[in-house]
Nanobody, 121 residues
Framework: VQLQAFGGGLVQAGGSVRLSCAASGRRVSSYTLGWLRQVPGKEREFVAAITWNSGRIYSVDGRFTVSRDDRKNTVDLQMSGLKPEDTADYYC??????????????????WGQGTLVTVSS
């Protein structure tokens, strides 16, 4: 599956941003789609994921809401109450694995390019 993310930019602390990711390829709807982020010099970390048919939703923070539209093959990440520490490159990704207690970057086999979100204080 191929993924392309959109929607990053500069936002003030306390503000909101919505990231979108367009997926293409075979059986996209069968994948768990997720978002991870990475700050330069740090490891990539899981943010949120949603299984096929929106059956299960996982998020590390209640400020982050993930959703998907399997008719359009898109997955969105709505982030609110942003903080400067949320500044990172955000990546959409796809996984065929089953949830095993936590999501790790290595659980995702397909990746889009990163989109930078910068939160100013």
């Amino acid at each position: 599956v191929q993924l392309q993310a959109f929607g990053g930019g500069l936002v003030q602390a306390g503000g909101s941003v919505r990231l979108s990711c367009a997926a293409s390829g075979r059986r996209v709807s069968s994948y768990t789609l997720g978002w991870l982020r990475q700050v330069p010099g740090k490891e990539r970390e899981f943010v949120a994921a949603i299984t096929w048919n929106s059956g299960r939703i996982y998020s590390v923070d209640g400020r982050f809401t993930v959703s998907r539209d399997d008719r359009k093959n898109t997955v969105d990440l709505q982030m609110s109450g942003l903080k400067p520490e949320d500044t990172a490159d955000y990546y959409c990704a796809a996984s065929t694995r089953m949830y095993a207690g936590r999501w790790r970057p290595e659980d995702f086999s397909s990746w889009g390019q990163g989109t930078l979100v910068t939160v100013s204080s």
